[in-house]
Nanobody, 123 residues
Framework: VQLQASGGGLAQAGGSLRLSCTDSRRTFSNNGVGWFRQAPGKEREFVAAISWRGGPTIYDDSVKGRFTISRDNAKNTVYLQLNSLEPEDTAVYYC?????????????????WGQGTQVTVSS
């Protein structure tokens, strides 16, 4: 598994972005995939996750109703749609592939990590 996150950028509060996480080796279709984020001076935190068949999905309460995670295994890609963005969403967003088919909130269950993509939300 070799992950590449993309799609970050600058957005205004209330705006939207779509992040993509692609596995260049085309092997993570059997893995759960999660998105995490890390703001300056803060620890990495869980955002959302999706199991290998596209469900179930889980979200942190801070993004529930605003962010949507999905996957297209035929394209070896997992997406994170970010809507109603808030300045507090500013962070580097990382995708990660879990050790198993089931995705969890626990960062320790993730084995492979992408390099991160910066999301900046202005007020």
């Amino acid at each position: 598994v070799q992950l590449q996150a993309s799609g970050g950028g600058l957005a205004q509060a209330g705006g939207s972005l779509r992040l993509s996480c692609t596995d260049s080796r085309r092997t993570f279709s059997n893995n759960g995939v999660g998105w995490f984020r890390q703001a300056p001076g803060k620890e990495r935190e869980f955002v959302a996750a999706i199991s290998w068949r596209g469900g179930p999905t889980i979200y942190d309460d801070s993004v529930k109703g605003r962010f949507t995670i999905s996957r297209d295994n035929a394209k070896n890609t997992v997406y994170l749609q970010l809507n109603s963005l808030e300045p507090e969403d500013t962070a580097v967003y990382y995708c990660a592939a879990a050790r198993s088919a089931i995705a969890t909130r626990d960062v320790r269950t993730y084995r492979y990590w992408g390099q991160g993509t910066q999301v900046t939300v202005s007020s």
